[in-house]
């Protein structure tokens, strides 16, 4: 590993660094952060961040009120960071990823045993953590994910899907909230299907399978972050219901990828969608279908997945187990070929 010593500003142009930098893995630059004020500024700076986010290898994430772990796949190395002391009285129950920024929906029980819900941003890179204001609308059971305006990256906004006393209820109402103005206002959305509980964020807009309402398969439908509407993407393939033991993952920037376990055969597919483009015109296409080994299969979450591109197509499957005694939560990361072998890459 180069070191900051070797990679001074005094030895090198800082061009050249930079170029360095930014293909240098996250869990580096943490120990680069002192070298100089001009490598401080560089890491603060949105266009540096961004293009570095665009470069670097995609990581399995968990995150735990008081820590968060992140994996590098690469060289099977684990990073593990504090989070900011403000999230520790808090339990994180759903979390949003966008671009490195962690949307968290938190939850404090009072001496009374009521709850309070509050909704921070984090970036875990930094520890920088930002709380955001909760609508007036807002409800226990309601939805939140994070994206931004195709028009400037940096236009994140928030979307709110509301859902009365339970996630069941069928009146719903959907607000926006702009980082930029601070503030909530309701749109004119209509959802007409299941509710997000899993979502994929690609290029600022968000993913996620549902259920049809009156009908058994699934579909892949979207929110547009630009546009502020629900868009249906397509059907599922071969019309099957994967909107519980299926996932959905991006895959080369501008397509998406699902991961479902046909259990007819015993068997788990990968398909690829083509690019999503404008025309709204989206098709499938099946990679492999491959029978894990039955003992390894037991421990395997096909919602959480990176397709990993080198010589071949593989699959690299997230596992994690909580030890309710010892308040310890142990991870395993599998890779897995398009034959059905499966060999653990990682245990923490």
């Given at each position: 590993m180069t070191s900051p010593k070797q990679l001074s500003p005094?030895?090198?142009?800082?061009?050249?660094?930079?170029?360095?930098?930014?293909?240098?893995?996250?869990?580096?630059?943490?120990?680069?952060?002192?070298?100089?004020?001009?490598?401080?500024?560089?890491?603060?700076?949105?266009?540096?961040?961004?293009?570095?986010?665009?470069?670097?290898h995609e990581r399995f994430m968990l995150v735990h009120h008081k820590s968060f772990q992140l994996s590098n796949l690469e060289n099977q190395a684990f990073l593990c960071r504090q989070t900011p002391d403000e999230l520790h009285n808090y339990n994180i129950v759903n979390t949003f990823h966008c671009d490195g920024l962690l949307l968290c929906t938190c939850r404090e029980r009072g001496i009374l045993g009521e709850t309070t819900t509050k909704l921070a941003v984090l970036n875990p890179v930094f520890s920088r953590i930002k709380w955001i204001q909760l609508s007036s609308s807002s409800k226990h059971y309601d939805f939140y994910g994070v994206g931004y305006d195709n028009v400037s990256r940096d236009k994140y906004k928030i979307l709110r899907i509301g859902f009365g006393t339970s996630r069941y209820d069928i009146n719903r109402d959907v607000e926006i909230y702009e980082f930029e103005s601070k503030l909530w206002r309701s749109i004119n959305a209509t959802l007409e299907c299941s509710p997000p509980t899993r979502c994929v964020s690609m290029n600022g807009?968000?993913?996620?399978?549902?259920?049809?309402?009156?009908?058994?398969?699934?579909?892949?439908?979207?929110?547009?972050?630009s546009t502020e509407t629900f868009k249906p993407i397509c059907c599922v393939p071969n019309g099957t219901d994967c909107s519980y033991g299926g996932g959905l993952s991006s895959f080369g920037g501008d397509r998406l990828s699902l991961l479902h376990r046909d259990e007819h055969v015993k068997k788990i597919e990968l398909w690829f969608t083509s690019k999503l483009t404008d025309d709204g015109i989206v098709s499938w296409s099946k990679y492999f279908d491959a029978?894990?080994?039955?003992?390894?299969?037991?421990?395997?979450?096909?919602?959480?997945?990176?397709?990993?591109?080198?010589?071949?197509?593989?699959?690299?499957?997230?596992?994690?187990?909580?030890?309710?005694?010892?308040?310890?939560?142990?991870?395993?990361?599998?890779?897995?070929?398009?034959?059905?072998?499966?060999k653990k890459q990682v245990e923490r």
């Open positions: 005094s030895l090198l142009p800082f061009e050249l660094v930079e170029k360095i930098l930014y293909r240098t893995p996250i869990e580096a630059l943490f120990r680069f952060k002192s070298v100089s004020k001009q490598w401080y500024a560089l890491f603060n700076d949105k266009i540096f961040r961004y293009k570095h986010f665009d470069l670097s807009n968000m993913y996620w399978i549902a259920r049809e309402k009156m009908m058994a398969g699934s579909k892949i439908e979207s929110f547009d972050f029978t894990p080994d039955p003992l390894t299969e037991i421990s395997l979450s096909l919602k959480t997945f990176i397709v990993k591109t080198n010589n071949k197509i593989t699959i690299m499957l997230w596992s994690s187990d909580i030890d309710f005694k010892d308040r310890v939560v142990y991870t395993g990361v599998y890779e897995m070929g398009d034959e059905g072998e499966t």
